[in-house]
C-alpha cells in the first residue's frame, strides 16, 4: 500500500518562501520518480516537478528558477523549496508517483500566497 503524506504548506507574502515535504511508504522509494502536482480553485491538476530515480530534474515553466525539488532515499522523503512566491502559485500541492502503472496522491498541502 503506497501512502504518501504532504505538509509544510501555509500562508505566505508574496516573494516569501515555503519548504513542502512528502512522506513516502509503501515503495521501495530509491527506485521511483516523485512528482509534486498543485491545482487552483476551478483550474485543472498540474505538474509541477519531477525528480527522477537518478535524481534529474524537471519544472513547468512558471517555476523554472523559483521552486528546487530534491529527496532524500535514506528518510524516504520529497521535498519542494519554493521561494519567490507569487500569488499564482496558491494552490494546494500533492505529492505523486506511480507504481505499476497506478498514480498514487497523497492528501495535499495548501499554500496561500497572498498579502
Known amino acids: 500500500q503506497v501512502h504518501l503524506v504532504e505538509s509544510g504548506g501555509g500562508k505566505v507574502q508574496p516573494g516569501g518562501s515555503l519548504k513542502l515535504s512528502c512522506a513516502a511508504s509503501g515503495i521501495n522509494f530509491r527506485l521511483f520518480a516523485m512528482h509534486w502536482y498543485r491545482q487552483a480553485p476551478g483550474k485543472e491538476r498540474e505538474l509541477v516537478a519531477t525528480i527522477t530515480s537518478a535524481g534529474g530534474r524537471n519544472y513547468t515553466d512558471s517555476v523554472n528558477g523559483r521552486f528546487t525539488i530534491s529527496r532524500d532515499n535514506v528518510y524516504n522523503r520529497v521535498y519542494l523549496q519554493m521561494n519567490s512566491l507569487k500569488p499564482e502559485d496558491t494552490a494546494r500541492y500533492y505529492c505523486?508517483?506511480?507504481?505499476?502503472?497506478?498514480?498514487?496522491y497523497g492528501q495535499g498541502t495548501q499554500v496561500t500566497v497572498s498579502s
Open positions: 505523486n508517483t506511480i507504481r505499476q502503472g497506478y498514480s498514487f
